[in-house]
């Protein structure tokens, strides 16, 4: 879920620092706006790889059957 999260931020910080599309904001820089955007993102996107790791090795369980001497 934080992937696309992060995919989302990456590219609307990529749409405004680049001046793709131009937003007339007074109080606001909208390459300050991209660069910040383009942060956030690439965090959510390294966030979320380093929080489903631990999730993933969690769920397998390791059964040891001792049938004892034949």
């Known amino acids: ?8 931020l ?3 910080g990529l749409i405004l620092a ?3 599309i131009t937003v007339d904001l ?4 909208d390459q300050a706006l991209g660069v910040i955007l383009i ?4 965090l959510a996107i390294v ?3 380093l929080w489903a790791r631990p999730r993933r090795a ?5 059964v040891y059957r001792d ?3 034949m």
């Open 1 to 8: 879920m934080y992937i696309g999260l992060g995919i989302v």
């Open 10 to 12: 990456l590219v609307l």
């Open 18 to 20: 680049f001046d793709v």
């Open 26 to 29: 007074s109080f606001i820089n």
């Open 39 to 42: 942060i956030c993102g690439i």
């Open 47 to 49: 966030l979320s790889f």
């Open 58 to 62: 969690a769920n397998q369980t390791v």
């Open 67 to 69: 049938n004892g001497p």
